[in-house]
């Protein structure tokens, strides 16, 4: 059981319900979402995604540009209890396709969601938890995995807000693919901060054989 870690209750708490207060889906925040969006739901063009699951998807900031792009079912995944009463409250995920819980145990089953997709919740899982993480994504997800985070070329952890072991980089695309050597890298991409308003992040699309 990884419920109770740190990383979690932190996400769980004040910290999260503050981030949560803080992150509104303003105009200029979806319009980011929605370029980042339309590039890479192009890359799924051959088999789009009825079924869409955010692992952390805080509230839905990502699935509201993807409701405007595709006509897909959107599931949730989320540990904080505010950001998922919001999720509900604004019509982003029905209340019977939101689930708290944590990346390394999801109440989805099996093959859940055509595409399963993270964006910056690897980054905020300690390493230990990391493969039990992907291992239930990649469980989750039937055809399309999506990976959104910060990058580096070494694992390094980095103050976040203040705090420490709140915070991990590394080549998570990379991770995906030693972690499941017969996936197939469809596409990535850097959303450079100067152009994009988005905080520099670097995607990755993978498809399962
Ligand atoms: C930085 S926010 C990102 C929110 C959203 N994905 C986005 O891109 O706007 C991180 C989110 O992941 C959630 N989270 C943190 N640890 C998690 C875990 N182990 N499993 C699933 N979600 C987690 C947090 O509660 C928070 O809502």
Redesign the pocket.
Known sequence: M?SS?P??E???GDF?NA??DR?VASPAQMQA?LALWSEILSHTISAPPATIL?????????LRALRLLSSARCLA????DK?RAILVRDGVVAAEDVCG????EIPFPDGAADLAF????L???HPD?LAA?LGEIHRCARRWIAC?EYFSDKPETIPYRGHEERLFKRDFGGLWMDTFPDLRIVAYGFAWKRVTGLDNLTWWLFEKP
Do not use: D
């Not at 955010?54 to 990502?62: C, D, K, P, R, S």
């Not at 819980?101 to 390394?104: I, K, P, Q, R, V």
């Not at 993270?118 to 919740?121: A, K, P, R």
């Open positions: 990884t870690t990383q979690a932190f996400w769980r999260g981030y949560t992150n979402r955010e692992v952390g998807a805080n509230l839905g900031i990502n995944l989320e540990p904080n950001a819980g944590l990346a390394s993270t964006s910056g919740v980054i905020h899982i938890h993480s959104v």
